[in-house]
């Protein structure tokens, strides 16, 4: 067993390290010492460290004057001011400076820790040089409590707020004053009638200034500072008016105190709250970029208030101070902003003053800021000058990858407010491919970027088929003339637009030759030595023309300007040509064909495309009429923009007062304009619909589905009807679910549950249909397709629906396998399987679960008894293809291949797992000739169990099943309680029919009845 340690420790050197004789070894009479090892290795006693700790140590010795100077002094400048550097160095190099937007509101500190990615190898060498300091001298030492608040702010900005927490309150506990006389120290005393949490600080006398400062009362506002952090709210404004109000909080922190005080108000979004206390911080603060950004928030937070002479008073002090040149620019422009904004303010004013600042030098570096506030302050009164200084901003070489973000959002933003949504997606793509996650708009410009398209498209479309529509409509000879003329100016383009690229590619040679020659007029040492003959490609005149005109010709002409190849959607294209001749002849990609020649136009070929018969007519109009319908879902359902769509569906209605699906439009119409809350013009369409389409769904769910409208009582009738048929469904009783599914239909019509009514009619024909093997129409697949393509747009109806085809497609493949499934024999005559077909986990392959999470019954009611308690006469069960019903299903034939099956009752997939695996290692060691299988196989979604295959007759098969039956708990499966499985075993024709069937516990009393003896 080893030697005690205290023992061992008593001993001399010698001794203690010779170890003792066994006691086995001792009592040997013959005095042999071979000993047979121990099992297992006895485990060596630990020696306890007890070392009394070097604090305790350093506390014994005197604290005379000589002792505290040498340690202050060591403890401060050899440990506290190195950490304190190399933490301040971090804190600045973290800061945000040129990455904020000042479009919103600013974060109040200029840093980030977590989002910049700070170096956590530098805060925890600050974290190890203060421990250093303070394990190594005397903890009465002044600077030790300095040495935990840089501790706990180096664990601050590495984003452990918990560490934080603890350092911070471990310093407010362990360094707080108290007499000699006190066993332990309090933290709180009571002086003149008020608690006082603090230390007091002397500030007496010249020196004060030159005193040092007691950490810990600057580990209460860290403290503060790191619960806003972990969202303690309640418990920061405890600790800032208890510190506000206490005699003895020092004077020199009342700006800091404020600045939380502000902070904690500021992050919580009570900006009202805010402003006071940020006007202490910033009168108190002697920091001065910190003092120019607080000035900054609260000028943003009086324009916030509407109080735009206190922001402009506000944003004047911050340039007075001289801030950072970013700030003191923006600044600038939120001036000019507040004063064109304001009343009997002058937009021209202050683009003049904009102006005015793009020709100084200093403000060169934020010409792009100064032209985009430009068009800003110009949108909406003059959206084209708006647009002209925002396209120049864009020109401007910058690396302010947050102001070229907010630029691309205005252009997109001023485009989409115009319904140009084909620029609009353009400049949305661009406004993702450069702003970040923390983007204040980060989620509508992903929006707007992913469906602008859709919308382009059918606006572009539109628009199209309106001009093929009217052109076609014109008299004969005036739609000849028109067309000739139009296919002459098609043609005028093309020549014009060939003269050009020819005068292009000329200049483009003179200049290449001109800038390849040196000033004196030789070729350089760089340039070709013969002119066309360069190696290198673009020495090539000729090549690089060549070029150029593929380029042209591919492309178009285009400005020079990054990512000009994105967004090149053909919706957006089509949106933005004007070409006559592509308008009218754009192809299907039905029937593509190559294109037309522009110098070839003539006007029967722009003929061709109209549609000037019937039907080509009543395909356009059909065109328009889908468009129009989808335009209008878009701008609701994926925009958000309830007034745009129904001013759409309005003008659908005027266009086409013929809609096929004017139904649906009229009801869209009356629940948006319900939402906008015009009840009066809501009330016009629901009425409309009840009245002349009564007879149609849209109706019944005006009547009777879950609107505002609906009546509680009837909604809670046709609940408790869900539930009972279900319920019914669930033990058994189809007919009885069928009956209360239709007597639902006949009392209520269309209803709330209707998706979930037809979703269980489709499973209990599913359960019904016992002849799906031979069946030629697929009579459970189409029940289960009706309900997936009449309820595609339900994603939970439509999940569940998809999850049960795809075990019905199962349940057929397993079948046919079964079906195929037969026993071989050797020369000699013995049988031999050799199927070899792997089976998959239940986990692996998931299955349908067919709950109702939303409508479960909560007490099991008999289906009959709801039904006959309901108001109406209960309509007759509906005829349903019910299985035959022999009475014994299940035959008995020794001859058939048969299977042993163990089936579980809630067990967990581990425990499953694990069984699995057991048995296939007892196999491999028991039965290695017999080559038994096993595999797992999900019959219903709660019938789980493992298959042992294939025994060629009934006794190998029984052999086996009493085998594992009687030392499966004790050996193979004991972590499984035996009354979560059971064993049977199963011919392959009986294991069919149960598959069809799902009719486990009818098969259990059939092997009750036939198989199992005492």
């Known amino acids: 067993m080893g030697v005690p340690a205290v023992w061992a420790q008593n001993q001399p050197r010698n001794q203690a390290q010779r170890p003792p004789q066994n006691k086995a070894q001792q009592s040997n009479p013959q005095g042999n010492a071979t000993q047979a090892k121990p099992l297992f290795k006895p485990k060596e006693a630990k020696v306890q460290d007890q070392r009394t700790p070097a604090e305790i140590m350093l506390e014994k010795k005197r604290w005379t004057l000589y002792r505290a100077f040498w340690q202050n002094l060591a403890t401060r400048y050899n440990y506290y001011f190195h950490a304190r550097t190399k933490l301040d160095r971090v804190v600045r190099s973290v800061n945000r400076q040129g990455q904020d937007n000042y479009n919103v509101l600013l974060p109040f500190y200029p840093f980030t820790a977590k989002n910049q990615n700070v170096s956590k190898g530098e805060l925890d060498s600050v974290i190890e040089k203060a421990s250093t300091g303070i394990q190594l001298h005397d903890p009465r030492g002044k600077w030790i409590p300095d040495c935990y608040v840089l501790m706990g702010r180096a664990y601050f900005y590495e984003g452990d707020f918990d560490n934080a927490n603890k350092t911070f309150q471990y310093t407010n506990l362990a360094f707080a004053p108290k007499n000699k006389k006190e066993y332990k120290t309090v933290v709180g005393a009571t002086e003149n009638d008020q608690i006082s949490v603090s230390s007091k600080e002397n500030t007496k006398g010249v020196l004060t200034p030159f005193r040092h400062k007691r950490a810990r009362n600057d580990a209460f506002l860290w403290r503060a500072r790191t619960l806003l952090e972990l969202k303690d709210y309640d418990e920061v404004q405890a600790l800032l008016n208890l510190l506000a109000n206490d005699p003895k909080f020092p004077k020199r922190l009342e700006g800091s105190l404020a600045e939380v005080r502000a902070y904690s108000n500021y992050i919580q979004g009570r900006y009202h709250e805010t402003i006071s206390p940020l006007q202490v911080a910033i009168d108190k603060s002697h920091d001065k970029v910190a003092k120019a950004r607080m000035s ?407 009547r009777f589905g879950g609107l505002k409208d609906i009546d509680a009582g009837k909604k809670t009738a046709i609940r408790e009807a869900y539930d009972s048929a279900y319920t019914a469904f669930r033990n058994g009783n189809y007919a009885d679910a069928i009956a209360m599914r239709a007597h639902v239909d006949s009392a209520y019509g269309l209803n709330y549950l209707q998706p979930k009514f037809d979703l269980l009619q489709a499973m209990i024909i599913v359960k019904t249909d016992s002849t799906f093997a031979t069946d030629t129409v697929n009579r459970s697949e189409a029940a289960v397709q009706y309900v997936m393509n009449k309820y595609a747009a339900d994603s939970a109806i439509f999940t569940q629906a998809q999850s049960l085809m795809a075990a019905l497609k199962q349940r057929k493949e397993i079948y046919n396998y079964l079906i195929a499934l037969e026993v071989k024999k050797n020369s000699d005559g013995t049988p031999l399987v050799d199927e070899n077909v792997s089976m998959r986990y239940p986990w692996q392959n998931p299955q349908p679960v067919f709950t109702d999470k939303v409508n479960v019954a909560k007490t099991k009611t008999d289906s009959i008894q709801v039904a006959a308690a309901l108001t109406g006469n209960k309509p007759a069960a509906i005829n349903v293809i019910a299985p035959p019903k022999p009475v014994t299903p299940y035959k008995i034939d020794a001859n058939n291949p048969f299977f042993v099956v163990l089936s579980f009752d809630r067990v967990s997939k581990d425990l499953m797992d694990e069984g699995l695996s057991q048995f296939a290692r007892y196999n491999a060691s028991k039965h290695a000739t017999d080559k038994i299988e096993v595999g797992s196989f999900v019959l219903t979604p709660n019938d789980i169990m493992l298959i042992f295959r294939i025994f060629p007759n009934e006794d190998k098969a029984l052999a086996y099943f009493d085998e594992i039956r009687d030392i499966a708990s004790a050996n193979i499966i004991p972590r499984i309680r035996p009354t979560d499985y059971s064993f049977f075993v199963i011919s392959r024709d009986n294991f069919i029919l149960l598959n069809s069937t799902k009719d486990l516990a009818g098969y259990r009393k059939f092997f009750a009845d036939n198989y199992v003896s005492e």
């Open 296 to 702: 900054f928030i609260l000028g943003q937070l009086y324009a916030l208030e509407s109080q735009p002479d206190s922001a402009i008073d506000q944003y004047k002090r911050v340039i007075h101070q001289k801030p950072d040149p970013m700030m003191d620019f923006q600044a600038r422009v939120q001036i000019a902003r507040l004063n064109a904004g304001r009343e009997g303010g002058d937009p021209q004013q202050s683009i003049d003053a904009l102006r005015h600042m793009l020709k100084k030098q200093k403000f060169e570096p934020y010409r792009d800021g100064i032209l985009y506030t430009m068009g800003a302050i110009s949108y909406p009164k003059d959206p084209e000058a708006a647009l002209g200084y925002m396209q120049k901003s864009l020109k401007v070489p910058s690396e302010n990858r947050v102001q070229r973000t907010i630029t691309y959002k205005g252009i997109a933003d001023i485009y989409y407010n115009q319904r140009n949504y084909a620029e609009a997606k353009k400049y949305y793509d661009s406004t993702s491919g450069t702003m970040t996650p923390e983007f204040v708009d980060f989620e509508l410009v992903n929006t707007r970027k992913n469906v602008l398209g859709d919308v382009a498209a059918r606006v572009a479309l539109i628009q199209r088929e309106d001009s093929l529509q009217r052109i076609a409509t014109m008299p004969e000879s005036d739609r000849n003339i028109f067309l000739a003329k139009m296919a002459g100016s098609i043609r005028q383009e093309a020549a014009d637009k060939k003269k050009n690229e020819k005068k292009d590619r000329g200049s483009d040679s003179e200049n290449y030759t001109s800038t390849s020659t040196m000033q004196n007029g030789s070729p350089g040492a760089f340039s070709p030595q013969t002119e066309g003959n360069g190696d290198w490609y673009f020495y090539n005149v000729a090549a690089k023309s060549s070029g150029y005109s593929e380029f042209r010709r591919r492309w178009g002409n285009r400005q020079l300007a990054d990512n000009w190849r994105k967004s090149q959607t053909s919706a957006a294209n089509i949106a933005g040509n004007n070409n006559g001749a592509e308008m009218l002849n754009a192809p299907t990609t039905a029937d593509a064909k190559p294109a037309i020649p522009a110098d070839s136009m003539t006007a029967d070929v722009l003929a061709a495309g109209l549609p000037l018969t019937p039907e080509k007519l009543r395909a356009s109009r059909t065109k328009c009429q889908d468009a129009w319908f989808d335009l209008g879902k878009l701008y609701y359902d994926k925009l958000d923009n309830a007034p745009l769509a129904i001013e759409t569906y309005d003008s659908l209605l005027l266009l086409y007062p013929d809609h096929p699906r004017k139904a649906e439009v009229l009801y869209s119409l009356y629940v948006w304009n319900g939402k906008q809350n015009r009840s009066d013009i809501a009330n016009r369409y629901k009425n409309q619909v009840l009245n002349e389409y009564g007879q149609t769904n849209f109706a019944d769910i005006i």
